[in-house]
């Protein structure tokens, strides 16, 4: 029986002889080229994985700092708001002119804001999905209702029939009013809702409410506020006007009351009659009235004429012409009398009688 080389041949369990298979070891070459791939490889991931991360926190510091400036505009324009609802509801002692310079404020304070949310850099999702441009609606809603309440506010407050003037004050209102429901309403959940799909968290969108009071464009509320306003001892109506001077025209002569003139009989004849609104209410039809009464007539000559409105500390002056001059060297007796206009109490200073002699 021959002798086996265990170094040839081995036997597994069922005793088929098998030949020994040697060991394949990969070239060196191409275990440092796998080695290179490797560490590729995990460059690349750490690259992505870096610039993911660098997108996703300059991405976060864009959408915070438009929130941030969202918000430090809203404050500024909330404040307008309660400063408004404070001039409407509990006005204190106040005037028309202290009214007037409180609007004024508002309103340019309102345009300055409005146009710095133009001016504001958004992230462009917000822009894409339309949640930026309601910013600027909102924005110019505020700005828009304050420039348009103020005339209409004022206007109430120099006439007596106020029915228009309030129907105008809640329009204006409406959109103060409006801006409040588009920005809690709309852009609100719509920019939450970006910030959400971008899962951008802590960074919130920031809380409005210009009128605390969202029903006070209802005309009912408008024209309490109104009355109220009205009721206020330096806003209650004040009217009359008051003759300031007359001039007659072609001799530049002031006449003075009680007082005889010679003036020149002319066919361009006229007398420049100056009224002043010495109330704090606007006059329509402000009449004005000559009257000549000569002595050779018994039938007084008289005109009349119409100043169509007179605003409060406003002074116009007419010219009246239409009187015929008297026969020469005639005394005649001149009388110009301006309105009375209604609820006037005080008519001394409404008139004035002088002497007048035409001469060629």
Request: aromatic share 4%; glycine share 4%; charged share 25%.
């Given at each position: 029986m021959a002798n086996r080389n265990e170094d040839d041949t081995d036997t597994d369990l069922t005793g088929v002889r098998r030949k020994r298979r040697p060991k394949k070891v990969l070239p060196k070459p191409l275990l440092r080229l796998l080695a290179v791939l490797a560490v590729i490889i995990v460059i690349v991931v750490v690259i992505v994985v870096a610039a993911r991360s660098a997108m996703s926190?300059?991405?976060?510091?864009?959408?915070?700092?438009?929130?941030?400036?969202?918000?430090?505009?809203?404050?500024?324009?909330?404040?307008?708001?309660?400063?408004?609802?404070?001039l409407l509801t509990d006005p204190g002692d106040t005037n028309r002119k202290d009214i007037?310079?409180?609007?004024?404020?508002?309103?340019?304070?309102?345009?300055?804001?409005?146009?710095?949310?133009?001016?504001?850099e958004a992230p462009s999702d917000l822009i894409e999905n339309g949640v930026h441009q309601f910013?600027?609606?909102?924005?110019t809603f505020r700005k828009d209702g304050l420039a348009d309440l103020k005339?209409?506010?004022?206007?109430?407050l120099e006439v007596q029939d106020t029915e228009v003037t309030a129907e105008q004050i809640s329009h204006a209102l409406a959109y103060l009013t409006n801006s409040d429901f588009l920005y809690n309403e709309?852009?609100?959940p719509r920019a939450t809702e970006v910030l959400k799909a971008k899962e951008l968290t802590g960074i919130t969108v920031p809380a409005s409410d210009f009128l605390s009071d969202h029903d006070l464009a209802a005309k009912t509320k408008v024209q309490e506020i109104v009355a109220k306003l009205k009721s206020i001892g330096n806003l209650q109506a004040v009217h009359g006007v008051a003759l300031k001077k007359v001039v007659a025209s072609p001799d530049e002569i002031e006449i003075k009351r009680g007082n005889t003139h010679n003036l020149t009989a002319s066919d361009e004849f006229a007398l420049l009659v100056t009224v002043e609104n010495q109330g704090?209410?606007?006059?329509?039809?402000?009449?004005?009235?000559?009257?000549?009464?000569?002595?050779?007539?018994?039938?007084?000559?008289?005109?009349?004429?119409?100043?169509?409105?007179?605003?409060?500390?406003?002074?116009?002056?007419?010219?009246?012409?239409?009187?015929?001059?008297?026969?020469?060297?005639?005394?005649?007796?001149?009388?110009?009398?301006?309105?009375p206009v209604p609820g006037e109490k005080v008519q001394d200073n409404n008139w004035l009688e002088a002497k007048i002699i035409f001469k060629l």
């Amino acid at each position: 029986m021959a002798n086996r080389n265990e170094d040839d041949t081995d036997t597994d369990l069922t005793g088929v002889r098998r030949k020994r298979r040697p060991k394949k070891v990969l070239p060196k070459p191409l275990l440092r080229l796998l080695a290179v791939l490797a560490v590729i490889i995990v460059i690349v991931v750490v690259i992505v994985v870096a610039a993911r991360s660098a997108m996703s926190s300059g991405e976060a510091a864009d959408y915070q700092r438009y929130m941030t400036e969202v918000a430090s505009l809203l404050e500024q324009s909330d404040a307008l708001g309660q400063e408004l609802f404070t001039l409407l509801t509990d006005p204190g002692d106040t005037n028309r002119k202290d009214i007037q310079t409180r609007l004024d404020r508002l309103v340019v304070t309102s345009a300055k804001l409005a146009d710095e949310a133009l001016a504001l850099e958004a992230p462009s999702d917000l822009i894409e999905n339309g949640v930026h441009q309601f910013f600027i609606l909102i924005m110019t809603f505020r700005k828009d209702g304050l420039a348009d309440l103020k005339p209409s506010l004022m206007n109430a407050l120099e006439v007596q029939d106020t029915e228009v003037t309030a129907e105008q004050i809640s329009h204006a209102l409406a959109y103060l009013t409006n801006s409040d429901f588009l920005y809690n309403e709309v852009f609100v959940p719509r920019a939450t809702e970006v910030l959400k799909a971008k899962e951008l968290t802590g960074i919130t969108v920031p809380a409005s409410d210009f009128l605390s009071d969202h029903d006070l464009a209802a005309k009912t509320k408008v024209q309490e506020i109104v009355a109220k306003l009205k009721s206020i001892g330096n806003l209650q109506a004040v009217h009359g006007v008051a003759l300031k001077k007359v001039v007659a025209s072609p001799d530049e002569i002031e006449i003075k009351r009680g007082n005889t003139h010679n003036l020149t009989a002319s066919d361009e004849f006229a007398l420049l009659v100056t009224v002043e609104n010495q109330g704090n209410m606007a006059e329509k039809d402000v009449p004005i009235v000559l009257t000549l009464l000569s002595p050779s007539s018994v039938d007084p000559q008289t005109v009349e004429a119409t100043i169509p409105e007179l605003k409060p500390g406003e002074t116009v002056t007419a010219t009246v012409q239409g009187l015929n001059p008297t026969p020469y060297g005639e005394v005649a007796q001149l009388r110009v009398e301006v309105g009375p206009v209604p609820g006037e109490k005080v008519q001394d200073n409404n008139w004035l009688e002088a002497k007048i002699i035409f001469k060629l």
